[in-house]
C-alpha cells in the first residue's frame, strides 16, 4: 500500500524547474530530467510564435525581417541572448518580456514548431540534401526550390498550390485572408534568421506585397532533424510517495551500473544546512581542517531524522507556516521551497515552533471561507491569479502561461486608460473571465406552476429506495453510478413550446429519464412560440391544442401526459406538430376533441406564462435545480444533464456530511436559499460579453459621477447605465431600477450615468447634483433618485427634496452650475443603436443595447451582482533511463546518487463521438488518427460513457478518420448539417486537444448494429451480456477465427500483463518463462508501457529473439472525467479491468490476461486455473494449472521467499533468467566498447 501524505502534511513534490531538479541529502542526490520525443527547436521560432499571438501579429514578420542566427541557433546561450535582445525591441513592457522568457523557459511553443516541422515531413522534405535548408513548395505538381534563383517569372506562372491553409499558418500580407483564393499561393519552409530563408523571404515577402502570390512561411530546421537527444523540457513535477514495506516488493538482485549522472557537468557547491564550506575553504585557508571537521559534524546531525509521535505532526502544516512569516520577505519563497521540497529533514525542528493563536484562528477562518466560496477542502490546494482561481489538480503551468498572457492584455488596456498603481491592482483583482469553482447561478423554481410528471417521495416506482440522505455518502456499485435515494433532490425542468421540432429530442429524453428511473424529478413549463396565441382556440393554433391536451391529461396525473407528447411525436414521424396531429391522437384517445379545444386558452390552470416572466425565462430552457442546461442539442444535451448533476451532487453531499441538510429538511427549500439562486434569470445578462478594452483612449474614467449606496466602503460593483434618460422613458426605467437595486443590496455599489444626449436634461442633472450633494447620506439620496426617475421623464425633480430630507439650496445650486458631458464613451457602447437605445456595463460585463419593448427590474441587478462577484489527462509520459527501482527507493541502500530520466513520448488526443440522428454514442467505432506519411499511425475504439476516444499522437497536422471495415462500412463523419466531411485536427500545444465527432450512419445502412455476434438470435442477450464480453476478451467466447489487417490472427496466444518495479518485473519474467516452456503455440506478450522501468524494456529485445516470442507495448492515460485514483495499485488494477477493449489494436481479437506473479504449471485453463496458497488447500495444488504468488496477510511473507518455497521449478527458472541477464549485459557492455573504440579511431 501506498501513502501520499498531502494537505495536513505539506506535500513533498519535485517540480522540474530549468532542466532538473533534485532532492538534496548530505550524500546523496535525487535527479530526474524530462526531454521531447522530437528535437531541439530553436529559440527564435518559439519566440516569433509567441509574437503571433501577442498584440501586434506584424511583429512575426518584423522578426522575420531583422533576426539574424548568431552561431548556430539551437539552443546556446548566445542564441539565447540574442532572440532576447532582438524580440525585445517589439515588446514594450516589462511584463512582455518576462513573458516571453517565462514562455522560452518553459518551451511552450516548442509543440507548434514541431507541427510545422511535421508538415515539411508529410510533404516529403525530410529525403532532401542537407544543402537545401530552405525550401520553397510551389504545390505537388512543382518541384521543390531549393535557391531563390530558380524562382523564375516562367516558374511562377506555372504554379499551381491547391494545399489549403491550416487556421494557425502565417500568411503574408498579415490583412490577407488565409482561405481567400489567390492566384498563386507559395509556402516557404525555413528557419528565420538564416541566410537561406533570407534569400527566399526578401523575394517572398516583395511579390506578396504586391498581391502577386500568397505567401505562407512553416517552420523547417533540417539543421536538426537528425538529433535524437530531445528537448529538455521544465513545469512538469514529479511526486515522491512514502510507501508501506508491510509486504517486502524489493529485488534482491544485483543493480548493473549505478554510478550516478550528472546533469550539467561540474555542479555548484551545494549549501549543508546554510554553510557553503567550500567557499569558506577559499577564503579561510588557515581554517581548512577546522571547516571540515565542522562539516563532518553537521553532516551527522543531519543524517539522523528524530522519529515524530502522531500528536507532534497534527500542527506541522501551521508550523511550517508560523516559521514561513516570520521569515524576512526576501527569504520567505525560498524558505517556502526548502521546507516543502525537503520536509521530512525539516520535520522535526518544525514540531518545537510555537504557533501564535491568531494564526491558527486565522487559518481556521480562511479554510472555512474557501470551503464555503469554492467547496475547498482544507486537504486541498488552491491557486489564485488576479481573482481568479485554478485547481491545481487539473491546472498545468502552461494553463498558468496562458491565463498570465491575457491578464497582461488587460493590464495594458487599463493602462491605456490612465488607471495604475492601487486602482488598477483593485480592478485586476474581479473575476472578469467567471472562472470560479462555485455553482453557476441558477433561478429560483419554487411554486405550483410547473407540471410535475413524476413524484420521487411518493410514486410506487420508486418504493425500493431509501430515503435517507445518507445513502448519497455511500460508495456506489460501479464507477459513474448515480445514487438513488427516494427524495426529490434533483428537479430536471424543461420550459419549452412542445410543437417545435426543436423540442422533440428534449422531451424524448425526458421520458427516458424517467423509464429508466434516473434520480430525477421532471417537470415541464409549456410556452406557446408566439404571444399571439394567447385567446386563440386549439383548433386555430398548433401551440395551444398542445397545451391543451396535456392540461386535459394532466389532470390524471403527468406522466399520462409525458407519455401522450412523446406518442404524438413518433406517430407524426418526429416533426412539428399541427393541430391536425393533437386532434387525431385525441381521437385515437377516445377523447372528446371539441370539449378539449374548441375554447380560448388563457393559461388560467397553471399560469405556464407568468411564471416565465417573472423569471424572464425565455423558451427552450431546461433547468437542474435552477441551472440552466448550457447545451441543448440533441447530441450534447443528454451529456450536459449529466455534468450538471454530477456537479451539483458534490456540492450537496458536502451538506449531508457537514449535517447543514437533515432528512427533515425541505429539500427543495434548502435548494432555493443557496447563495447562486436568484430571482430572474435573465438572459440578456447570461450571455452578456467582457469589456471595456475598446473605449476611446481619450475617455477617463475619472469623468464619471456615481452616486454610491454605501458611502464610507469600496465598491464591488459598479454600474454604468448608458442612454438618455431624459428622452428614453426605457433608460429612466432601468435607472430606477438599479436605484431601487443599490437601495436593498448590502453590496457596496456605485451607479454611474453615461449619458447619450449633449443636451443634459432635468434627470440627468438630478442625477449630477445629487451625486454632490448627497455626502454620506446614500439612503435618502437613493431614494429620492428613485423616485424621480420612476415619475420619468417631464416630472418635478424638486418636490420631492423635501420628502427626502434634502436641502433644496445645495441641491439647486449643483443642479444649475453647468455641465458638460463627455459623450465619448456612450457612443461607443450604443455604437448605430438609435439615440435610445439604452446599455448597462457593470465591472466588466456589457449588456444591450437592450430591444426596445425589454424590461430591466431590479431582480436583474441582483442576477448581475451574482455574476460579477464570482471569483485536462493531455500528455503521456514514460521512463526512458534508471538504473535504481523508482517503485522502492532506499537512499540507505543505494551508494550513489539517484538518476532517472523521463520523456514526453506523446501528446493527446481526448474525444467524444455521437450519431448525429440520436445523439448516442456509436459504442465500438473504430477510428484512427493518421497523416500523408503514417495513415494509421495510431487507432482506438469509442466507448459507451460519453462516447469517450482518445488517441496518442505527436505535434502535426492529422486527419482523423474511421477505421476501413465495418466502421466505415456503416458510418460516416458529417458536420453541424449532417454534409460528410474530412476531420482535421491540429497538436500544437502542449495541453490536452479534445475533439467533437459527429458521425451518421450510411444510406441503406440505418437499421444495420455495428457490433454484431455469431450468436443464434436466441442466445443473442446472452452473448451480449456481462459474461459474453469477459469470455470473448479472454478467448473463450467461441468466435471464429479472425485475420487481423496486420496478419494477426487466433492462432497465436496473446497475453497481457502489468507489472510495477523491479521486483514484479523479475517476476514477470518467469511469469513469461513458464508460459513458453509450456506451449508450442506462438505467443504474443503484451505489457502496459506507463509502469515498466528502462531496464525491463532494454532486455525485451534480447530475450524475445533467445526464446523466440513477440511483444508490444501499449499504454493508456486514465481519462480526466473517469474517478482518479491515488494509490498506485488501484491504478494498476484499473489498468487491468476498465481499459482492457481500448488498450491492444483493433485487430487483436482476443487476448488473456496473467498476472506477473503467476505461474503456467501446462495446460488448458479450466477451473483450477489459479491457484493461490492464502485460500487453497495444499492438497489441490498437485491439480494446479496456473500458481498465483498472492500476499499472506497473516505471514506477511515476501515475494521472491515464497516463490521458492511454493514452486518447485520457480528457482531453475530465476537461475536461467539470471544467466540470460547476466549474459546480455556483458554483451551489451562489449558492444558499447567496440563502438567507442570505433568513434575514437575514426576522431
Known amino acids: 500500500?501506498?501513502?501520499?501524505?498531502?494537505?495536513?502534511?505539506?506535500?513533498?513534490?519535485?517540480?522540474?524547474?530549468?532542466?532538473?531538479?533534485?532532492?538534496?541529502?548530505?550524500?546523496?542526490?535525487?535527479s530526474a530530467v524530462l526531454r521531447t520525443q522530437w528535437p531541439q527547436t530553436p529559440f527564435v521560432l518559439e519566440a516569433a510564435e509567441f509574437l503571433a499571438e501577442g498584440d501586434t501579429p506584424d511583429d512575426f514578420w518584423r522578426l522575420a525581417d531583422d533576426f539574424e542566427t548568431v552561431e548556430s541557433s539551437g539552443v546556446k546561450r548566445s542564441s539565447y541572448e540574442a532572440v532576447i535582445n532582438t524580440v525585445n525591441k517589439f515588446l514594450d513592457t516589462n511584463s512582455s518580456q518576462s513573458l516571453l522568457r517565462m514562455s522560452l523557459s518553459l518551451r511552450s511553443y516548442s509543440p507548434k514548431v514541431e507541427m510545422f516541422r511535421e508538415m515539411g515531413r508529410n510533404r516529403g522534405l525530410s529525403s532532401l540534401p542537407s544543402s537545401c535548408a530552405a525550401v520553397l513548395d510551389l504545390g505537388p505538381d512543382s518541384d521543390f526550390l531549393c535557391d531563390p534563383k530558380e524562382l523564375t517569372e516562367e516558374v511562377l506562372a506555372n504554379a499551381r498550390n491547391s494545399e489549403k491553409p491550416v487556421d494557425v499558418d502565417h500568411v503574408y500580407p498579415v490583412t490577407s485572408d488565409p482561405r481567400e483564393e489567390s492566384p498563386t499561393t507559395v509556402i516557404l519552409y525555413g528557419e528565420i534568421g538564416t541566410p537561406s530563408f533570407k534569400a527566399f523571404h526578401n523575394i517572398l515577402k516583395e511579390l506578396a506585397s504586391n498581391r502577386r502570390i500568397r505567401y505562407i512561411l512553416r517552420h523547417w530546421t533540417p539543421s536538426v532533424e537528425t538529433d535524437d537527444g530531445g528537448l529538455f523540457l521544465s513545469?512538469?513535477?514529479?511526486?515522491?510517495?512514502?510507501?508501506?514495506?508491510?509486504?517486502k516488493a524489493q529485488d534482491d538482485s544485483k543493480v548493473d551500473g549505478g554510478s550516478g549522472h550528472s546533469l550539467t557537468g561540474e555542479q555548484d557547491e551545494e549549501a549543508v544546512q546554510g554553510f557553503y564550506f567550500q567557499k569558506l575553504k577559499s577564503k579561510n585557508p588557515n581554517l581548512t581542517e577546522k571547516l571540515e571537521h565542522l562539516r563532518s559534524h553537521v553532516i551527522d546531525s543531519m543524517r539522523e531524522v528524530p522519529e515524530l509521535k502522531v500528536w507532534q505532526l497534527q500542527d506541522l502544516s501551521l508550523q511550517a507556516a508560523s516559521r514561513i512569516m516570520a521569515a524576512p520577505r526576501e527569504e520567505s519563497l525560498s524558505l517556502l521551497m526548502s521546507l516543502s521540497q525537503d520536509f521530512p529533514k525539516h520535520a522535526y525542528s518544525l514540531s518545537r515552533v510555537k504557533v501564535d493563536p491568531d494564526l491558527k484562528k486565522e487559518v481556521q477562518l480562511n479554510n472555512?471561507?474557501?470551503?464555503?466560496?469554492?467547496?475547498?477542502?482544507?486537504e486541498d490546494g488552491y491557486l489564485d491569479i488576479n481573482g481568479m482561481p485554478f485547481d491545481l489538480d487539473t491546472t498545468s503551468v502552461f494553463a498558468l502561461f496562458d491565463e498570465l498572457k491575457s491578464e497582461r492584455k488587460?493590464?495594458?488596456?487599463?493602462?491605456?486608460?490612465?488607471?495604475?498603481?492601487?486602482?488598477?491592482?483593485?480592478?485586476?483583482?474581479?473575476?472578469?473571465?467567471?472562472?470560479s469553482r462555485e455553482p453557476s447561478t441558477g433561478v429560483d423554481i419554487r411554486g405550483n406552476e410547473i407540471l410535475y410528471f413524476n413524484d420521487i417521495e411518493s410514486d410506487a416506482i420508486y418504493k425500493g429506495w431509501n430515503r435517507q440522505l445518507i445513502e448519497l455518502l455511500r460508495p456506489t456499485m460501479y464507477p459513474g453510478m448515480l445514487r438513488t435515494v427516494r427524495r426529490n433532490i434533483f428537479h430536471l425542468v424543461f420550459i419549452l413550446d412542445p410543437t417545435k421540432e426543436t423540442s422533440i429530442p428534449l422531451m424524448k429524453l425526458a421520458e427516458s429519464f424517467y423509464v429508466h428511473h434516473f434520480p430525477l424529478r421532471i417537470g415541464a413549463v409549456f410556452l406557446p412560440a408566439d404571444e399571439a396565441s394567447y385567446g386563440k382556440k386549439g383548433t386555430e393554433d398548433a401551440s395551444v391544442a398542445m397545451l391543451q391536451a396535456i392540461e386535459h391529461l394532466a389532470a390524471s396525473g403527468g406522466q399520462k401526459a409525458l407519455s401522450f407528447i412523446t406518442d404524438l411525436y413518433q406517430l407524426n414521424g418526429n416533426r412539428e406538430v399541427t393541430v391536425g396531429d393533437v386532434t387525431a391522437a385525441l381521437k385515437a384517445m377516445k377523447l372528446d376533441v371539441d370539449a378539449i379545444l374548441d375554447v380560448p386558452y388563457n393559461d388560467e390552470k397553471y399560469h405556464w406564462r407568468d411564471f416565465a416572466a417573472s423569471r424572464a425565462l425565455i423558451a427552450p430552457k431546461v433547468l437542474m435545480n435552477g441551472v440552466p442546461i448550457q447545451k441543448l442539442s440533441k447530441d450534447e444535451f443528454e451529456d450536459g444533464v449529466l455534468i450538471e448533476l454530477s456537479t451539483q451532487l458534490q456540492k450537496i453531499q458536502r451538506s449531508v456530511y457537514d449535517e447543514e441538510l437533515k432528512d427533515d429538511d425541505d429539500i427543495l427549500t434548502y435548494l432555493m436559499e443557496q447563495p447562486h439562486i436568484v430571482p430572474r434569470l435573465n438572459d440578456r445578462i447570461l450571455s452578456a460579453r467582457n469589456g471595456p478594452w475598446g473605449l476611446p483612449p481619450s475617455f477617463s474614467f475619472k469623468d464619471v459621477v456615481y452616486v454610491k449606496s454605501h458611502p464610507k466602503r469600496v465598491p464591488v460593483l459598479t454600474l454604468w447605465v448608458v442612454g438618455d434618460v431624459d428622452t428614453s422613458s426605457q433608460a429612466a426605467g432601468v435607472m430606477a431600477a438599479a436605484l431601487d437595486y443599490a437601495s436593498e443590496t448590502v453590496t457596496p455599489v456605485r451607479i454611474g450615468l453615461l449619458s447619450s444626449s449633449a443636451d443634459p436634461g432635468p434627470l440627468t442633472k438630478a442625477f449630477m447634483a445629487a451625486s454632490k450633494v448627497c455626502g454620506d447620506r446614500s439612503g435618502s439620496c437613493l431614494e429620492y433618485l428613485s423616485s424621480v426617475f420612476k415619475a420619468g421623464i417631464g416630472s418635478d425633480v424638486f418636490a420631492p427634496l423635501k420628502e427626502h430630507d434634502l436641502d433644496l439650496l445645495s441641491f439647486n445650486n449643483a443642479f444649475n452650475s453647468p455641465l458638460t458631458v463627455d459623450l465619448r464613451a456612450a457612443e461607443y457602447y450604443l455604437k448605430g443603436a438609435s439615440k435610445t437605445g439604452v446599455m448597462?456595463?457593470?465591472?466588466?460585463?456589457?449588456?444591450?443595447?437592450?430591444?426596445?419593448?425589454?424590461?430591466?427590474?431590479?431582480?436583474?441587478?441582483?442576477?448581475l451582482e451574482n455574476l460579477v462577484n464570482k471569483g485536462s489527462a493531455d500528455k503521456i509520459l514514460e521512463c526512458t533511463e534508471a538504473v535504481y527501482d523508482l517503485d522502492n527507493i532506499r537512499l540507505e541502500e543505494i551508494p550513489t546518487d539517484v538518476f532517472a530520466s523521463f520523456q514526453l513520448a506523446y501528446l493527446l488526443l481526448e474525444g467524444h463521438c455521437f450519431e448525429a440522428s440520436s445523439g448516442s454514442p456509436p459504442r465500438g467505432l473504430e477510428v484512427t488518427l493518421g497523416s500523408t506519411r503514417e495513415p494509421e499511425a495510431f487507432d482506438t475504439i469509442v466507448m459507451a460513457n460519453l462516447g469517450y476516444f482518445q488517441l496518442k499522437a505527436r505535434p502535426g497536422v492529422w486527419s482523423l478518420r474511421i477505421r476501413e471495415g465495418r466502421s466505415l462500412d456503416l458510418y460516416r463523419i458529417v458536420d453541424d448539417n449532417g454534409l460528410p466531411m474530412e476531420k482535421e485536427v491540429l497538436i500544437s500545444s502542449f495541453k490536452s486537444n479534445v475533439e467533437k465527432l459527429r458521425v451518421s450512419k450510411r444510406e441503406g445502412k440505418e437499421k444495420e448494429e455495428l457490433l454484431v455476434t455469431d450468436e443464434s438470435s436466441e442466445d443473442e442477450e446472452e452473448a451480449n451480456g456481462i459474461w459474453g464480453s469477459i469470455t470473448n476478451t479472454i478467448g473463450f467466447g467461441g468466435k471464429k477465427d479472425v485475420v487481423g489487417k496486420d496478419g494477426s490472427s487466433d492462432d497465436v496466444i496473446n497475453v497481457f500483463s502489468v507489472a510495477s518495479g523491479h521486483l514484479y518485473e523479475r517476476l514477470l519474467r518467469i511469469m513469461m518463462l513458464s508460459v513458453l516452456k509450456h506451449t508450442k503455440t506462438p505467443v504474443k506478450f503484451w505489457f502496459l508501457k506507463n509502469y515498466l522501468s528502462p531496464t525491463f524494456k532494454k532486455l525485451l529485445p534480447p530475450m524475445a529473439e533467445k526464446y523466440g516470442f513477440d511483444y508490444a507495448l501499449v499504454e493508456y492515460k486514465w481519462p480526466v472525467w473517469l474517478h482518479q485514483q491515488t494509490e498506485k495499485q488501484r491504478i494498476i488494477w484499473g489498468y487491468k479491468i476498465l481499459f482492457l477493449d481500448v488498450l491492444f489494436p483493433l485487430s487483436v481479437k482476443k487476448i488473456i490476461f496473467v498476472d506477473a506473479d503467476q505461474i503456467v504449471a501446462i495446460k488448458s485453463l479450466p477451473q483450477e486455473w489459479l491457484w493461490c496458497e492464502t485460500w487453497c488447500s495444499d492438497e489441490s495444488k498437485t491439480s494446479a494449472k496456473t500458481i498465483d504468488l498472492c500476499n499472506n496477510p497473516k505471514t506477511k511473507e515476501a515475494k521472491l521467499h515464497a516463490a521458492t518455497r511454493i514452486v518447485a521449478e520457480w528457482k531453475d527458472y530465476d537461475e536461467e533468467l539470471k544467466s540470460f541477464i547476466s549474459d546480455t549485459r556483458r554483451n551489451q557492455r562489449e558492444s558499447e566498447k567496440q563502438e567507442r573504440d570505433s568513434l575514437r579511431d575514426e576522431l
Open 840 to 863: 448597462i456595463v457593470a465591472n466588466s460585463l456589457q449588456i444591450g443595447p437592450l430591444r426596445a419593448s425589454e424590461e430591466f427590474k431590479p431582480d436583474d441587478f441582483i442576477l
Open 235 to 247: 513545469g512538469f513535477g514529479v511526486e515522491l510517495q512514502i510507501k508501506s514495506t508491510e509486504y
Open 368 to 378: 472555512k471561507f474557501l470551503e464555503n466560496r469554492y467547496s475547498i477542502d482544507k
Open 1 to 30: 500500500m501506498e501513502k501520499s501524505y498531502t494537505g495536513k502534511f505539506l506535500p513533498w513534490i519535485l517540480v522540474l524547474i530549468s532542466v532538473f531538479t533534485s532532492i538534496v541529502s548530505p550524500s546523496q542526490k535525487l
Open 410 to 435: 488587460r493590464m495594458a488596456a487599463l493602462h491605456s486608460h490612465g488607471l495604475s498603481g492601487a486602482v488598477l491592482s483593485s480592478l485586476l483583482a474581479l473575476d472578469f473571465n467567471q472562472k
